[in-house]
């Protein structure tokens, strides 16, 4: 089984979208492909691709928290550690692919006050590959 690294960053704020393929983090699904990982702490944008290219990532799920008040970071990132579970069923090979691991995006306290609830999970590719992972 291949050691995923959980790679918590904080903080996807909505912009709106401006162009094809640059989107706002929060808007990616199920399915999306992403040129590259992004750097930082605080994710605004991601550029999606076509899974046919070579690509960074892939989104395998977005596991949405319960409304209310911001739960805290523990509780969100204990909510993340759900990404394991998800890949496991989205790519069985992906769990003993030593080139894949795991990115995840989360709210902050900031970004759920703008009603962001998504818990994001990505599995990156080092190096870039061209297909999907789903299988």
């Known amino acids: 089984m291949a050691v995923v690294l959980l790679v918590v960053v904080g903080g996807?704020?909505?912009?709106?979208?401006?162009?094809?393929?640059?989107?706002?983090?929060?808007?990616?699904?199920?399915?999306?492909?992403?040129?590259e990982i992004p750097d930082g702490d605080k994710v605004l944008r991601v550029q999606t691709i076509g899974c046919d290219q070579p690509h960074a990532g892939e989104v395998f799920a977005v596991l949405t928290l319960p409304d209310g008040d911001f739960p805290g970071?523990?509780?969100?990132?204990?909510?993340?550690?759900?990404?394991?579970?998800?890949?496991?069923?989205?790519?069985?090979?992906?769990?003993?692919?030593?080139t894949v691991q795991l990115y995840v995006l989360y709210p902050t306290a900031e970004t759920w006050a703008s009603g962001d609830r998504?818990?994001?999970?990505?599995?990156?590719?080092?190096p870039p590959r061209a297909g999907s992972l789903k299988g």
């Open 12 to 35: 996807v704020i909505v912009w709106g979208v401006t162009s094809s393929g640059n989107v706002t983090a929060t808007d990616v699904k199920v399915g999306d492909c992403l040129a």
């Open 118 to 126: 998504a818990v994001t999970c990505i599995a990156t590719l080092q």
């Open 73 to 98: 970071q523990a509780a969100v990132e204990a909510h993340s550690e759900k990404c394991g579970p998800e890949l496991a069923s989205y790519s069985p090979a992906a769990m003993t692919d030593d």
